[in-house]
């Protein structure tokens, strides 16, 4: 298999981990007969430097006619004071919106050596296997009316959730769908008792269900799904959500398995899919070889088995990142007592050993 795949290493810890997720990659083309080409574009505060603008279009048109694409992370304290439309989060919102990632998978499972890098109770984490389904290209993040406007006596900021049938209709079907490969349990969260837009969610949720009857459907709001969370995850299978409200809650589900630097996501919906770590630049870590590049490492394995089918490979990953793990091999983000600390590099080094 030849493939394509365009890489935005992007801020912060990204140009840190992209490596380390590359040599995985390259690996698993020689050891399982693939080929995969590299091509590397600008991407948020990095290509406002170099370029201008956080999405310059040459790198929007080679994300639009690759296989897939890597991104490392954007954004930082750097590019903060700059107004809205040219920080680098536009990159990540733009290329989302143009690739047409309406669907963002995160999902947070619990390395069984990791329980104790939880903040929370052994019993309670101990074999959670979470699947965050997150409405991407939708709700409050691009809504209309919005921006900043002039009253008489000062100003008004204003954001507008919004969601139409179809939105709604096409990621119930992709949570659906996803817990039929699972334990068959949707959650769907919103603030159904307070917002309209709450309400439809949950009225077309409810209808789209009508198709999947093999699996069972439980609704809540989102203030209580987010003390559910920690309260007792196993009870969650896959969830599925606004686009506000999965940003919020994968970052509480991330901290669930020990570490934000864990999680990896997918986000798909057309052609070309986008794979990226949850957590962000870690600007007050970069450039210290501490960054924990399991989650960039994860992701690439989502890539193989989501884009291109290639489960087996994705599984090779998946198992050296545990073995490397039940070895005690640690960044700072997971270290505990009787383990062994290491680098972004070392960690990288390992997981490609134990491959
Ligand atoms: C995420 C991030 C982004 C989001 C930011 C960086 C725009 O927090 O992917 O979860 O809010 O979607
Ligand atoms: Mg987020």
């Known amino acids: 298999m030849k493939k ?3 890489v935005l290493a992007g801020d912060g810890i990204g140009p840190e981990i992209v490596p380390q997720a590359l040599n995985v990659l390259q690996t698993i083309g020689q050891r399982f007969g693939h080929e995969f080409d590299l091509a590397y574009g600008d991407v948020g505060g990095q290509a406002i430097d170099s370029r201008g603008v956080p999405l310059p279009p040459d790198t929007l ?12 992370a954007v954004g930082g304290p750097k590019w903060e004071g700059l107004e809205y439309e040219r920080r680098p989060e536009r990159a990540l919102l733009g290329l989302r919106e143009q690739l047409g990632l309406f669907a963002n998978l995160r999902p947070a499972k619990m390395y069984s050596a990791l329980v104790d890098a939880s903040t929370l109770k052994k019993e309670v984490v101990d074999g959670i296997d979470v699947l965050v389904v997150r409405e991407l290209t ?3 993040y691009f809504g209309k009316p919005k921006g900043i406007e002039q009253t008489q006596t000062g100003h008004k900021g204003i954001n507008t959730e919004v ?10 079907e992709v949570a659906f769908k996803a817990a039929r490969k699972r334990n068959r349990v949707v959650t769907s969260v919103d603030k159904a008792n307070v917002l309209e837009s709450s309400e439809l969610w949950r009225r077309i949720v409810t209808d789209e269900h009508k198709k999947y009857p093999d699996v069972e459907l439980r609704h809540m709001y989102v203030d209580n799904a987010a003390m559910q969370l920690i309260r007792n995850p196993k009870q969650f299978d896959v969830l599925v959500t606004t686009n506000l409200f999965g940003d919020i809650l994968s970052d509480e589900a991330a901290m669930l398995t020990g570490s934000i630097g864990m999680l990896p996501s997918a986000s798909v919906g057309s052609k070309v899919g986008m794979y990226e770590p949850i957590h962000g630049s870690a600007p007050d870590i970069a450039g210290k070889n501490m960054a924990n590049p399991i989650g960039m490492i994860a992701s690439v394995a989502m890539m193989l088995s989501y884009s291109f089918d290639l489960t087996k490979e994705a599984e090779s990953i998946e198992q050296a990142i545990q073995k490397t793990l039940d070895q005690g091999f640690r960044t700072k983000d997971i270290e505990g007592p009787g383990t062994t600390l290491i680098g972004t590099k070392e960690m990288g080094e390992k997981i490609l050993e134990n491959l």
């Open 4 to 6: 394509h795949i365009a």
């Open 61 to 72: 048109a080679l994300a639009k006619k690759s296989d897939a694409v890597l991104l490392g």
């Open 138 to 140: 939708g709700g409050i």
């Open 163 to 172: 969601y139409t049938t179809e939105e709604i209709q096409r990621i119930a």
